[in-house]
């Protein structure tokens, strides 16, 4: 099979690689589309240490089901499906307590850290365990269910706070994991949405999504957060440096929430007596446990909208070229979409 193989840091080739087979409980997969990751980026240039070459990346994919192993009996071949970037065990305490992106033996899809190597998507075919597969509907297509996984990291971390309805929220970064936050709470009930972040272009599609107010950061943000009426119940860190998460937290009033979901930095200045003079609640959100299913639901019935993110679909061998104008930065990419 034909696969984009990261040799070493910042170049891809396109390969043959050896067609997997699926054991027992397991699923192969065709590939119709697989979305570059920010993280695939980060792993790229070997900056978040978690694409460590030779490895086919690539977590954000839909396709067919080829061919099933022993034992898989809800689905057959011809199946349209989506699926999970976790690969959780079952067996451990956490994913028999429904906390499947904590599973003691996580592994993700298209990483080779220290630990373990995952081949991934950005390959004509794929493996998979059943229990992380979901059919996907007619009415969403491969390249819509790309963005089902970043949707799936919104959503979770929405739900990491009891409940926003009616809440002021505040979202710190509105690249694409963010600006699905602000449709997510947009569905949830949010009274006031304020999307802040460095590109205007972003902050229009977020005002799009469901905004109520929108913020760059080149004014005097800080003295914006001074006064006690732009003081938010919960705000949302989808960036993950100090100095974010620190702005964060100052703008949330007493007896806020701040939910953290981005980690570009490992380690950063933490402002420990103001969280705990004004008791505000810190919650981590890593990746999903068990979202997909409403999910899937509200893409078919349209209540998540993600057309918009998509910049480009291209075939799988344009995929170096996709990948060094991401690296760049290029003004106005959003989500690529590869097709194998």
Not at 1 to 14: N, P
Not at 37 to 51: A, F, K, L, P, V
Not at 130 to 151: D, G
């Amino acid at each position: 099979m034909r696969a984009l193989l990261l040799e070493e840091y910042k170049k891809l080739r396109l390969v043959d690689f050896p067609k997997p087979s699926p054991g027992k409980e397991e699923v192969l997969v065709r590939i119709k589309a697989c979305g570059v990751c920010g993280s695939d980026i980060h792993g790229y240039d070997g900056s978040s240490g978690r694409r460590i070459p030779p490895i086919i990346m690539g977590h954000e994919a839909s396709g067919v089901v080829e061919s099933v192993g022993e034992g898989v009996d809800r689905f057959s071949e011809g199946d349209r499906v989506v699926f999970d970037s976790t690969i959780w065990c079952g067996k451990c305490e956490y994913c028999l307590s429904k906390l499947r992106n904590l599973c003691v033996n996580r592994r993700v899809i298209g990483v080779s850290c220290k630990e373990y190597r995952q081949h991934g998507a950005f390959a004509e075919y794929l493996v998979v365990p059943e229990r992380i597969v979901y059919r996907l509907p007619s009415a969403v297509s491969f390249e819509q269910a790309a963005l089902i996984e970043a949707v799936s990291v919104a959503w979770h971390a929405v739900s990491r706070v009891n409940s926003v309805l009616g809440k002021h929220v505040a979202v710190f970064g509105v690249g694409i994991i963010g600006l699905l936050v602000v449709q997510v709470l947009r569905l949830c009930g949010c009274s006031r949405i304020l999307a802040i972040d460095i590109d205007d272009a972003r902050l229009l599609l977020a005002k799009k999504f469901g905004a109520t107010d929108c913020l760059n950061t080149k004014t005097d943000i800080k003295r914006f957060f001074g006064s006690l009426s732009n003081k938010f119940d919960i705000s949302f860190d989808v960036v993950g440096k100090g100095d974010v998460t620190n702005l964060a937290i100052s703008a949330v009033k007493k007896g806020g929430s701040v939910v953290l979901i981005g980690n570009l930095q490992a380690e950063s200045v933490f402002p420990l007596q103001h969280v705990v003079t004004n008791e505000i609640t810190i919650y981590g959100s890593c990746a999903s446990s068990g979202e997909y299913p409403e999910i899937i639901d509200a893409f078919a019935t349209g209540k998540i909208d993600v057309d918009p993110l998509i910049s480009a679909c291209a075939p799988l061998e344009e995929g170096p070229v996709w990948f060094e104008r991401l690296y760049n930065r290029e003004p106005g990419l959003l989500k690529v979409i590869l097709r194998p």
